[in-house]
């Protein structure tokens, strides 16, 4: 009854809802910006100050007198994470905060298809509105500068343009649900060592060309509604109140009108926060009114050290985030682990699997011909959602790479499991997956890494390329007692693969591939699914072969609390084509069950650039998706430039003997640089090579195309 009174007693203090005509705010037919101005004018100073910062672990207070709810943020990008706290890191303890564990964010760009990263953020956003979450803290889009990261798996690649096109599609598809993404981490969170205060420098073209053009794409094309500030310096600022980064360009330049969050701790003063452009404080390490943007915050606007004008733009911008979202009118209720949600998470694990190396079509496997499968490795029975740190998932179930394969083949073949390695294992556990492996018509080795501190994991960063655990010895072995194995690799960043790579005739990249994940890798093995995964990263042969690490020290992790982007904008593939350095697989790579022929390259000109125009034919057996990549190669340039780089793409699929026209649009963009005298993009007259391929090394259609004026803009 007494919880009734004071419900009752709430409601009747909400303007428009004591029976008078609504408040402007709460009339959803009004337009976004006069309801939030209209709610800013009936806050007071304490009211605007609660929404500037935290309450719990992950939620903003309620304004019960204005009917504002409390505000739920969550991890995370593959999934809703589990309930904290409320004041605590420990589990909630609930049970009912299971969620659909999607595959990985590298693997969600594996699969080079935005329709399908939007189709996963449907998802997440639709189990974000079941779980109460308004915000939802993901994706990254942070690019792959070094292969040691331990982010990396949650990330896009090494590729702006691909990371861009991948994050619109997954904000898009969250957005859909009256959900808030948050795409993050703004900006050179590129390593997990030292992160909460090393300090980036970085020249302004690598920033520009490489480093911000995901998050750009992100806020102006999929109209993100909030972006995180890095835990990291950007030339001796920290991220969260570096008014460079959050102020001049993101909603100067780039016309941002949502909120910027920290990351949690990520803070350091209030009055950094208070100027530098940060507008909600997360996760410090304080009361809660303790925090730079609480009651520091409230006492310095009150004695005039920060207008109030600085206070009401970040109220003002929380505010047309959760108007804007819905979070005031009807949402839809959103739904959690159904079976579409399921089918979702198991079609991006099959189409972000890459098939590395497939010598004489060993795969598929044909099951029907086969008596006995010997599967070997940890990582064949581990399960891998409940990992990774922020990004970790309580699945309603996950299906491992041994459960898939008796899935698929058990009621008719005979299926031994060997675990062969592990942390701390001996030498009798290689023994026994050897004479398994020699007892065995094919042996199927589940291997790589995995999400432990010092892998893929937050927290820390890798110490190498090298697979742990005795992994090359035991591959060297079990190959040498049966030559039929396939490798099948779970990680989420490059591993070294040379001394045993010419000893197995199939490698199969399966990343982290989330609940459905062992059913995928079953399809894939068997020949259910023809892979069609592409690498959205270069894999190196050995470590001092990438860009970050070719400079010393200062180059990764850093000296003194600094590290310096040497390379400048020739990362990734754009480092090794320019330097003319051999990779393990490159860029772009992928194989599939069938062959594709292309042909017909025309270019059309545009208003402002030019049309690719192609034919791909399926000249194979099977059914199969090819991703056509469009490069573009200056032939000469005012400044230093990549070889090439990916500029469009297309993804398609074509039964046998099937032939399709291709087109991919290639605006100014496409031809531009960034001009960090002159402050703009600059895309100069000249001829350009249009290239087209399966790969950034395997290149089948060339033209010539001459952009006739030189253009500048922002």
Not at 682 to 696: K, N, R
């Amino acid at each position: 009854m007494r919880w009734l009174l004071l419900a009752s007693a709430c409601v009747s203090m909400v303007p428009g809802l004591r029976g008078e005509a609504p408040a402007k705010y709460r009339d959803a037919q009004q337009p976004l910006e006069a309801r939030v101005e209209d709610l800013l004018a009936r806050l007071t100073l304490e009211e605007k100050i609660k929404l500037c910062h935290a309450d719990s672990k992950f939620t903003t207070a309620a304004i019960p007198r204005l009917g504002i709810p409390r505000r739920w943020l969550s991890d995370g990008p593959h999934g809703v994470r589990e309930d904290v706290g409320p004041d605590t890191w420990a589990v909630a303890g609930r049970t009912d905060d299971f969620a659909t564990a999607m595959p990985c964010g590298i693997a969600l760009a594996a699969t080079w298809n935005p329709e399908l990263a939007r189709r996963e953020g449907v998802v997440i956003g639709q189990e974000a509105r079941k779980r109460g979450k308004d915000i939802m803290l993901g994706p990254g889009v942070n690019i792959m500068r070094t292969p040691l990261c331990g982010r990396n798996f949650e990330y896009f690649g090494e590729d702006p343009f691909l990371a861009g096109r991948i994050a619109v599609g997954y904000i898009q598809g969250v957005q859909s649900q009256g959900v808030a993404s948050c795409v993050k981490h703004f900006a050179v969170n590129d390593q997990e060592t030292d992160r909460n205060q090393i300090n980036v420098e970085v020249d302004e073209r690598a920033l520009r060309e490489i480093h911000l053009p995901a998050f750009r794409a992100a806020v102006q094309e999929a109209k993100v509604w909030s972006v995180m500030g890095a835990y990291n310096k950007l030339r001796g600022v920290y991220c969260c109140e570096n008014d460079y980064l959050l102020n001049r360009i993101l909603k100067g330049e780039w016309g941002f009108q949502g909120l910027v969050v920290s990351d949690w701790a990520g803070v350091h003063s209030t009055r950094g926060a208070a100027l530098g452009g940060l507008d909600l404080e997360m996760g410090t390490e304080k009361d809660y009114d303790d925090f730079f943007l609480a009651r520091p915050f409230r006492e310095g606007v009150q004695s005039g050290q920060y207008p109030m004008t600085v206070l009401d733009d970040k109220v003002r911008r929380n505010l047309r985030v959760m108007i804007g979202t819905g979070v005031l009118d009807h949402r839809p209720e959103g739904a959690l682990n159904t079976k579409a949600h399921q089918e979702t998470a198991r079609h991006v694990a099959e189409e972000a699997m890459v098939l590395l190396k497939n010598d004489q079509d060993f795969l598929p496997l044909d099951a029907r011909k086969l008596g006995s499968v010997a599967v070997v490795g940890e990582n064949a029975t581990r399960l891998q959602a409940y990992g990774g740190d922020s990004s970790r998932v309580k699945a309603f179930y996950e299906i491992s790479p041994l459960a898939g394969i008796l899935n698929r083949i058990g009621t008719n073949v005979n299926v031994t499991y060997s675990e062969g390695y592990r942390k701390g294992g001996d030498a009798m556990l290689a023994e026994r997956a050897v004479a398994a492996a020699k007892a065995a018509d094919v042996v199927i080795y589940v291997g790589g890494i995995n999400h432990d501190i010092g892998y893929d994991s937050e927290g820390g960063d890798k110490k190498g390329l090298e697979m742990p655990y005795g992994q090359v010895e035991l591959i060297q072995k079990l190959a040498k007692a049966n030559p039929k194995m396939v490798v099948v690799l779970v990680g989420g960043s490059p591993m070294e693969m040379d001394a045993w790579l010419g000893q197995v005739p199939a490698v199969l990249l399966s990343w982290y591939s989330g609940m459905e994940g062992g059913n995928a890798i079953a399809n894939v093995l068997f020949g259910d699914v023809n892979p069609s995964g592409k690498l959205p990263a270069t894999f190196p042969k050995k470590l001092s072969d990438s860009p970050a690490h070719s400079f010393g020290p200062k180059g990764f992790p850093g000296v003194n609390g600094t590290v310096t982007y040497e390379e400048g904008i020739l990362v990734g593939y754009r480092w090794f084509d320019t330097k003319n350095i051999e990779p393990l697989f490159p860029f772009g790579h992928g194989l599939s069950y069938t062959k594709f022929e292309y042909s017909g390259l025309k270019l059309v000109p545009t208003q402002d650039g030019v049309t690719a125009q192609f034919e791909i034919k399926n000249t194979g057996q099977r059914a199969g998706a090819e991703v056509a990549q469009v490069y573009v190669r200056p032939e000469q340039s005012s400044l230093p430039r990549p070889v090439k780089e990916l500029k469009g793409f297309a993804k398609l699929m074509l039964k046998p003997g099937e032939k399709k026209n291709v087109s991919v649009s290639l605006g100014k963009d496409a031809f531009a640089y960034y001009d960090d005298k002159k402050s703009s993009w600059v895309a100069e007259q000249g001829t350009y090579q249009i290239q087209v391929g399966a790969s950034s090394r395997d290149l089948r259609l060339t033209e010539n195309f001459k952009l006739n004026e030189t253009s500048a803009f922002k």
